[in-house]
Structures are given as C-alpha cells and as structure tokens.
C-alpha cells in the first residue's frame, strides 16, 4: 500500500476531522479503510439515542458524498465486533482491532486519540494525531443573551428561555416559528462536538437516548427517542454569582458559620438561589483558609479555581467519597443530595469528620429535615445536619439548628418517658419549633405545641403505636385516655384474656414498650347510639350508608342482640363488604329482617 492509505478510527469519524481535511484539499486520490468496527459500534451508539452515534453516521455519509468529487476510493474492512469486545470497547479492545487493520493494511492510522497514538507509535504504525479543533460552530450560544438563565428547544415546539434573576423568572418565547427536526438536531451535533473539542468541554453523562454536556457555565441535556418522545435541548447557565455578604447575614450567622456549622443542608424550591447561596458559601470557606472540594453530577457550580470539582467516579458518588476521604477536605458541597444513597454518603463523610454543604430540593424548611428522618439514624442527625438554611426568591427565608438533648417530649409529663430527643429551633429566635424522637417503632417529627395542643398530638401518637401493638391480640379497641400515661382500652369480653395473657405477660410487655399504664376493660355495648342504615347492593360490595357526618368513626355492627364486627366508617359515610364473603350475607339477611343495628 501506498501512503494514501490511510484508516481512520472512531474518534477522527466522530470529530468529523476527515471531511474537514477532503474538503481542504488535503487527501485527494486517497484511499480510505474504514474498520466495520467503527461503523458497529456508531450504528450501536445511534440505536441507543446517544448524540456520538449520530455525529459518526453523519460523518460517514457525508464522506461518501464527497468521495466522487475528489476521486476518493472508501472501503470497509475487517468483522463486526463480538458481543465480548464491545463490552470491552471502554478498555481498548476495539481501538487495538482497528490498529491492527492499519498494520495489516500498511496504512496510516488517522486518530484523535492520544493514547490510540501513542501505542500506534510503540508498535511500529505510521499514524497521524490530530489535536480536537475548538473551532467548531456553536448555535445554541445565539439564543442566549444577558438575562437569560435557560434555553429550553424542543422539536416542532416555539424555542422558549428562562429569563431574569432567581426567584423572579419569566418564560418567554423566543421566536414565532417553531424549530424542526433537521435544526434542532443540526445544533444537538454541533453542541455534542463543541463539548469534545471545547477545552472548557466536557462529556458528562452519555447514554440511551440522554446526553449531559457541559460548555463552560453551560450544562447542557440533550434528550431523544426512545427516551423522551421527541428531540429535546434543555441548556441551563447561571445569571449570577454572589458573594456571602450579598445575603445580608446576621452577626449571629456569619459567626456559626465560622466557628460551629459543619452540616449544612442548603434547601429550596427549584429556581430559588440554592446553588448560588452554595458558590456564595463555599468561596466563603475558601476565603477563610479552608481546603473546599464539591462533589457535583454534573458539575456546574460557578466557583474559583482553588476549589477542585468532583464528578461522581464511575458514575457512583460513594467512589467520588471514597477520593475525598484520602484528600480530606474541611469542607465540600454535594450538589445535589436527592437519593438515600446520597444522603448516606453525605453522612458517612460528616461522620468521618469532613465539613459538608448540601444542596437539597425541598418546598419548605422542614421537609430537608424530614429527608433525613429514615435515611439517618435518630440519634446522630445533629451530628451530620447541624444547620439548615431554606432559601426563597434568592433570598434566606428561614435558618434552623439542630440539636440531640434528653428530654420528656412536648406534651408528656412522666419522667420516665424521657428519650433522646432532636429539636429543630429557629436560629435566629432559638425557639424550638419542632421535635424528633422514636415513639414505639418510629421516628416522628413533631411541632412544639402548648397546652392541649400538645397534649392531643402527643397522645395522637400514643394511640396509633398502642393499636399497632394490639392488632395481634383484638380488633377495634376503643382507647380512652385518663392522662398522660394512663390509658382505658375497652375491647370484647372474649378477646381479654387473650390480651391480657398468662400472668399478665402480654399487657406487661405492651405497656413497657408504649410507656403507658393500661386498664382493660369489656366493651359495653349497650352505651352506644344506636344509628338507622340502609344496606346496598353496589357491584361487587355490601355498603352499609350510615352519613358522612359519622366518617372516622368506628361503628359496632349488631344483628340482634349478636355482635357481628366492628368497623370504621369511610369517608363516604360507608361501611363496604364484599358481596362473596360471609359477613356482607348476615348483614343482608339482618337487614332484610329488620334486625340491624349500628350503634356508635
């Protein structure tokens, strides 16, 4: 062979390098060799929605258009690559069969792979290396202007944009003509090639049908089928950047965050300023001597350039931890935390002594408390999230701090009731608006309440834990409270001893794990209201009507003077039945018989 011959590999196709030098002149009367594994695994790429797949065919075909014109011969060689070695593609597998074509060949390899050069070079290949071009055209730029936070193209849609300051967005229209397939996917490959060649480029995700790029500030998805029903553009840059004294920060603030805030979860509604008040933040420990890292996917925090930013290691954020573990930062933002993954990955660093800033999704402040409840164990979450700050219209709306005390809980009165408990006070005022203790089984969260208020929320709780431990003993105990430890069940004769159990054991246990005394007595019946019903055929159910006045409450179903069942009352103001069952048919013939009774 001549040194005309020449085969290109997967990256100088996908570049689009090589039309670019026919084009010039530069490979007339050339013979190219294109690897059919080459063309494998683009048509593999395109199959599965990924913008590289789609960038390499085009680059094909528009080869083929040129060939004529410049009396350039195109053939394919070699065997489509096994099932085993496009899985091993990632580590080289492919790049070492297309290599050994240009040995066998007798050509020169044409790459934009540094590393496919080098071994070429170390095996004896002619090859030729070409440096990714930054010249690459960049249309999506144009729909962008000073104010504008976010372009959002989707095909046969008017294009529309984000503009203005967080909290204080406008989503306008840009154009009156909607943008077609053949645009929207032209600026798609264009955007995919200007990430690879960009120095400030970067792929960051790339798979089945979704693309995320990011283009400097621009963190750029790219969706198609099979994966959202169309192709869709979504580019996202921040319009503006603030330092910590932009907030207005309190005193009181300014020093916790100095000396004692370590566990931060920075929370809010999309579009409101979290990330913003991050860069504010982590610039802010930066300036204070502290060694700041982020752990981002993908990254698109605006911050200097001391502050190194973290991807998520082999797609996996616990990988990217494992790294800051060994450099040990003061202090790093996750941004963002959203799975339990996350969230304990977020703990298992701050437990390891790492300062962390977490962004959150959140639509009030408690609900990034909440997030930890389940997630975190009880006892440590004021260790991992010291300080919550909510952030509304770009501004702090509410700063709460999280402390571990031992104490009886709002709204209990025995001491020996007292429990680990976690309260959530407002920073500024550190008045404890909310509590988090184990009741039973569960962690709830709890307002702090006075009075009665109190008291009902707490014996609320007090009830459901009870009931949840008697279902294996009794159905439908009526509970009534005679203070705060004391409770009166009130159940059927026949079902108290085995409530009570022998020796009393079953109650005892009962009571020591509910922290309450317990009186047990029969359920008399003859107390209650009774209430006219009528009964109903309805589908495939029984359906008692009793009044959506009554819905909520438990009603004893009587026939005669025998108790049948006890049951709650829907919200319909329904007790239901299933026709096929044994119960629906006595209540028909009771009340066919005139000899229902509801009591309440």
Same mark, same amino acid.
Do not use: C, W
């Given at each position: ?44 790429q ?32 070699? !065997?489509? @690559?096994?099932? &085993?070695? #496009? %899985? ?8 070492? $069969?297309?290599? /050994? ?44 202007d ?23 967005m406008?989503?306008?229209?840009l ?7 053949d ?26 049908g979704?693309t ?11 969706? !198609?089928? @099979?994966?959202? &029903?169309? #192709? %869709? ?8 950047? $603030?330092?910590? /004294?932009?907030?207005?920060?309190s ?21 409101h ?50 790294v ?16 339990t ?54 501004g ?49 969260i ?10 009902s ?28 430890d ?72 009587f ?11 829907g ?30």
């Amino acid at each position: 062979m001549t040194a005309d011959t020449i085969v290109p590999d997967t990256s100088l196709i996908i570049d689009g390098k090589l039309t670019t030098l026919i084009e010039q002149g530069e490979l007339d009367a050339a013979h190219i060799i294109i690897s059919e594994m080459v063309v494998d695994e683009l048509e593999n790429q395109a199959n599965r929605g990924m913008e590289i797949g789609d960038a390499g065919l085009a680059e094909l075909q528009e080869l083929q258009e040129l060939a004529t014109a410049h009396d350039i011969e195109i053939t394919f060689s070699g !065997r489509r @690559p096994t099932p &085993e070695e #496009i %899985e091993m593609a990632s580590s080289g597998r492919i790049d070492a $069969l297309i290599r /050994d074509i240009a040995e066998t060949e007798d050509a020169t390899l044409y790459t934009g792979d540094r590393v496919q050069a080098e071994v070429a070079e170390a095996k004896g290949i002619d090859v030729r290396f070409f440096e990714q071009s930054n010249d690459v055209s960049f249309q999506l730029m144009e729909y962008f202007d000073d104010d504008t936070m976010s372009i959002h193209l989707k095909q046969n849609m008017v294009p529309k944009a984000k503009k203005g300051q967080p909290g204080s967005m406008e989503y306008v229209e840009l154009t009156d003509e909607p943008i077609n397939y053949d645009d929207i996917d032209t600026i798609a490959k264009e955007t995919y090639e200007k990430a690879q060649a960009a120095e400030e480029g970067l792929v960051e995700l790339n798979m089945e049908g979704a693309t995320v790029l990011q283009i400097g500030d621009l963190r750029i998805a790219i969706t !198609r089928p @099979p994966f959202s &029903e169309a #192709i %869709e553009i979504t580019a996202v840059r921040p319009v503006a950047k $603030l330092s910590l /004294d932009d907030y207005e920060l309190s005193d009181k603030l300014k020093q916790r965050l100095r000396e004692q805030a370590e566990g931060i979860l920075i929370a809010g509604a999309p579009g409101h300023g979290k990330s913003t008040f991050a860069q504010a933040l982590a610039e802010f420990f930066d300036d204070q001597g502290q060694v700041v890292k982020s752990m981002e996917h993908p990254r698109d925090l605006q911050v200097g350039p001391e502050i190194t930013q973290y991807a998520a290691l082999e797609g996996d954020m616990e990988n990217t931890a494992d790294v800051l573990l060994l450099v040990r930062p003061d202090y790093t933002v996750f941004d963002e935390v959203r799975k339990t993954d996350d969230f304990e990955t977020f703990a298992d660093m701050r437990l390891a002594g790492v300062g962390m800033i977490g962004v959150v999704h959140a639509s009030e402040a408690l609900d990034a408390v909440q997030r930890l409840i389940g997630r975190v164990d009880m006892g440590v979450i004021p260790q991992v999230v010291d300080t919550v700050v909510f952030i509304q219209n770009a501004g702090i709306e509410k700063i709460y701090k999280l402390e571990l005390t031992v104490k009886v809980p709002t709204g209990m009165q025995e001491q020996d009731l007292a429990r680990p408990v976690v309260q959530v006070r407002d920073f500024e005022t550190d008045e404890a608006e909310y509590e988090i203790y184990t009741y039973g089984e569960e962690t709830v969260i709890v307002p702090v309440q006075e009075g009665d208020s109190a008291t009902s929320k707490t014996q609320e709780l007090a009830e459901k834990q009870l009931k949840h431990q008697l279902q294996q003993y009794v159905d439908h105990p009526q509970v009534e409270f005679e203070g705060q430890d004391r409770v009166k069940l009130y159940v059927d004769e026949d079902d108290i001893p085995h409530l009570i159990g022998k020796n009393g054991e079953n109650i005892e246990r009962i009571e020591d794990e509910i922290g309450l005394s317990i009186t047990v007595e029969p359920r008399d019946t003859t107390l209650k209201e009774t209430i006219e019903a009528e009964v109903e055929e309805v589908g495939n159910s029984v359906a008692i009507q009793i009044g959506q006045e009554f819905a909520g409450q438990e009603a004893d179903v009587f026939r005669g003077d025998e108790h049948l069942f006890t049951a709650t009352i829907g919200k319909n103001g329904q007790i239901r039945l299933t026709k096929q069952s044994e119960m629906a048919g006595q209540v028909l013939g009771a009340y066919a018989a005139n000899n229902l009774d509801i009591r309440l």
